[in-house]
């Protein structure tokens, strides 16, 4: 049996990241940067208040406070996009609103609330607001943000490679940038196979099931940053099988299929996959998941596309996604390997390893009252219990050289609901 390493790396050989395409910022989010972001201004344009209030000569307000006010003849008022008309003489003010640009000649914004403003606007009478009583003496730069305080014009914004978040989106946005180079999305093309699978929608059928891998996988396609794309249910016969594979290839980077990799399962699923291409059956030493399907398909044109075949138990399903397709999905996003953000944490029950695989079983991580992390099995640990996987939030892994982790041991924990790229 081979390693989930050993495995794992296997499969990456056939890997590698896809090309760039322009995208539009507000479809980039978790996307790979393809290009190096320079600033072609200053951010912010201008030297701006960082305050609603008044531009002022610093000097102006020497000696005022609440007691000793400081009154100054207000010229004009510069709202935000409003450019200064222009610069402020020494022994007036003018009313700003943040953001707008301060005029030459002020180093200073006072804030309404260290003026008497507000009293003013209540008193109602005419020509009150034609001056201002300063409270408070300035300092130069006193709520004043310089051009170029954010970024510099000419300097290198993002590297290729930064993974675009909502902040880094946002910057790209100021610089006015609508689109930018990202490595794309992989199209993950999911085949369940079996006769007995109904579509969700269907009418419920003695003897059949639900098709649950397809929107689990599809799902976890989705969490991870690729376009899933659900294919029509494959029977066990070679003609229906074919006809939903020859459908996958079309624009997919990879194909994933759930059932028929085990040795118990339909010849016609594993005769199939070779008749299309280059496919390995393996035998990977962990639990659940074991049986495993890996290789290339290939289209009428000659080019390959890597497949991967999934157990079809539920649990099994998720948990081989978990350990083979999200890093392939990260290789072809152009992203660094990263494991799962793991703690440790003590077993509040045992995790027994009966056939020294290593095991992944479904825990619920938790901290004490004194803020140690604990973790109880989630429910019944069979393969096909996937409400078992829905109360989990971590995998916790015994060895396949461990016997057994038992209660009031220390187990490594893999979540599965933090995110990923917090390295």
Known sequence: MLSVEEARD???????????????????????????????????????????GYAVVAADTIGASTTTPVEL??????????????????????????????????????????????????????GSMSAISINTAAEPGDNIRDA?????????????????????IGVIASLGR?????????????????????????????????????YSVAAMVARYGGVPRIMSIARDTVESLEAALEEALEGADLVVTSAGVSKGDYDVVKDVLSS???IALWSVRMRPAKPLAFGMLKRKDGTGVPLLGLPGNPV?????????????????????????????????????????????ARVHAYRDASGVYHARLAGNQSSGVLSSMAQANGLAICP????????????????????????
């Open 10 to 52: 296997r499969i990456l050989s056939y890997f590698d990241r896809l090309p760039a395409v322009e995208t539009p910022l507000i479809d980039a989010l978790g996307q790979v940067l393809a290009e190096e972001l320079i600033a072609p201004f200053d951010i912010p344009p201008l030297t701006n208040s960082a305050m609603d």
């Open 178 to 214: 609508a689109t930018m180079q990202v490595i794309r999305r992989p199209v993950v093309a999911i085949v369940s196979t079996g006769n007995e699978l109904l579509e969700p929608g269907q009418k419920h059928q003695p003897g059949k099931i639900y098709n649950s891998n397809a």
């Open 276 to 278: 299309k291409g280059e």
């Open 316 to 360: 099994s399903a998720m948990v081989a996604f978990e350990q083979f397709g999200r890093p392939a999905l990260r290789l072809m996003m152009g992203k660094v390997q990263a494991e799962k953000p793991s703690v440790e944490a003590v077993m509040d029950d045992a995790i027994h390893n009966y056939d020294g695989r290593r095991v992944y």
């Open 148 to 168: 170029g305080e954010d970024i510099t014009a000419g300097t290198v914004v993002f590297d290729e490679g930064e993974i675009l978040g909502a902040a880094q």
């Open 73 to 126: 003849p207000v010229v004009g008022v510069i709202a935000a996009g409003q450019l200064p008309e222009r610069p402020l003489a020494p022994g007036t003010v003018v009313r700003i609103m943040t953001g707008a640009p301060v005029p030459d000649g002020s180093d200073a914004v006072v804030p309404f609330e260290d003026t008497d403003e507000l009293e003013r606007k209540k008193s109602g009478s005419d």
């Open 400 to 423: 396949d050289d461990v016997a057994m982790i038992d209660v009031g041991e220390i187990a490594r924990v893999e979540m599965l609901d933090w995110p990923d790229d917090i390295f």
